[in-house]
């Protein structure tokens, strides 16, 4: 069963950077579509991002042009970089690998990594 563990978050000014990991147990490369989202206290999950196999992405709104998603299937890993953040970045981060072939028709989601912003 494939399982996600993030990592990465901590406590960042803001205008600095962040990067993110998400380890995949199990072959990454048999995951077509994986995800980030985030969700700050007291709001609903959101979607940030989105991964396909050959690297092609697309981006909420609200992160364009300052978070970067990638990924190393040859490191079982998907990466978050977040660059110029901004309070309202404050949030749990987490990866998701939609419901597929590959996850055994179940969607996946990671435990979260706290990213928090000072102003």
């Known amino acids: 069963q494939v399982q996600l563990v993030e990592s990465g978050g901590g406590l960042v000014q803001a205008g600095g950077s962040l990067r993110l990991s998400c380890a995949v147990s199990?072959?990454?490369?048999?995951?077509?579509?994986m995800g980030w989202f985030r969700q700050a206290p007291g709001k609903q999950r959101e979607w940030v991002g989105t991964?396909?196999?050959?690297?092609?992405?697309t981006y909420a709104d609200s992160v364009k042009g300052r978070f970067t998603i990638s990924r190393d299937n040859g490191k079982n890993t998907m990466y978050l970089q977040m660059n110029s953040l901004k309070p309202e970045d404050t949030a749990v981060y987490y990866c998701?690998?939609?419901?597929?072939?590959?996850?055994?028709?179940?969607?996946?989601w990671g435990q979260g990594t706290l990213v928090t912003v000072s102003s």
């Open positions: 199990g072959s990454m490369s048999s995951i077509f579509v």
């Open positions: 991964i396909i196999s050959g690297g092609s992405t």
């Open positions: 998701n690998a939609p419901s597929s072939r590959a996850t055994g028709y179940l969607q996946v």
